[in-house]
């Protein structure tokens, strides 16, 4: 099946620093990749949707300076947490799917985990 | 709009004995319907996904679903738990009609299976 990579998996970061995580689908291209955001013992929230070559569309209440995301390749989307705050300490997810069809199933990486000291 | 409620935050089985995970989901179109599957510190899997084709689908590791459009359900099942299968099971649905892609987590069910 089709594989979704994250880096780092982990990362602990020093407050006020700016934080890349890269999302990468090994074996596909991807039109569309997703970023969720996950806190413990809670479900997925969708953050922003990110398309090749185009802004990214932010969900509402996600602030787009802060969370900044580039999609420059079909293949690689990264999301940087810019002046990290305590507060932003969670597990990001990003997932990709190829297609433009709302059936196409999409394959999630497996998360990065983000402490903010 | 859409979304999806799972009926129970938390679910114990006993090994060898049926896994029954509920999910219960509103949506004004014909809805994508799908189950993934997060171990600990692990990426989402997909277990099976209904598109409309068979109500019944059927999905990886022996799990299956059936979708029931009169009761707005689309629980999980299987016929005999692994100790294996011990994770965190999202039922989820795509959001609306258009291709954007969004999907729409439901709250997941902690499945424990008891030796």
């Known amino acids: 099946g089709a594989v979704v990579s994250q880096h780092p998996s982990r990362v602990i970061c020093k407050s006020g620093t700016s934080v890349k995580i890269e999302c990468r689908s090994l074996?596909?291209?991807?039109?569309?990749m997703f970023w969720y955001r996950q806190f413990p013992k809670k479900s997925l929230m969708l953050m922003a949707t990110?398309?090749?070559?185009?802004?990214?569309?932010?969900e509402q209440g996600v602030e787009k300076d802060k969370f900044l995301i580039n999609h420059a390749s079909l293949t690689l989307s990264t999301l940087t947490v810019t002046s990290a705050h305590p507060e932003d300490s969670s597990f990001y997810i990003c997932?990709?799917?190829?297609?433009?069809?709302?059936?196409?199933?999409?394959?999630f990486g497996p998360g990065t985990r983000l402490l903010v000291l | 709009a859409q979304s999806v409620t799972q009926l129970d935050s938390h679910v114990s089985v006993s090994e060898g004995t049926p896994v029954l995970l509920r999910c219960n989901y509103s949506?004004?179109?014909?809805?994508?319907l799908f189950w993934y599957v997060q171990h600990p510190n692990k990426g989402l899997q997909l277990l099976l996904k209904?598109?409309?084709?068979?109500?019944l689908v059927k999905g990886i590791n022996g799990f299956e679903a059936e979708f029931k459009k009169s009761e707005t359900s689309f629980h999980l099942t299987k016929p005999s738990a692994h100790m294996s299968d011990a994770a965190e099971y999202f039922c989820?649905?795509?959001?609306?009609?258009?291709?954007?892609?969004?999907?729409?987590f439901g709250q997941g069910t902690t499945l424990q299976v008891k030796p």
């Open positions: 209904y598109t409309s084709a068979a109500t």
């Open positions: 997932s990709a799917r190829t297609g433009s069809d709302r059936q196409e199933t999409q394959y």
């Open positions: 989820v649905v795509s959001h609306g009609s258009s291709n954007t892609g969004k999907l729409i």
């Open positions: 074996d596909f291209q991807a039109t569309t």
């Open positions: 990110s398309n090749e070559g185009s802004k990214a569309t932010y």
């Open positions: 949506s004004s179109y014909s809805p994508s």
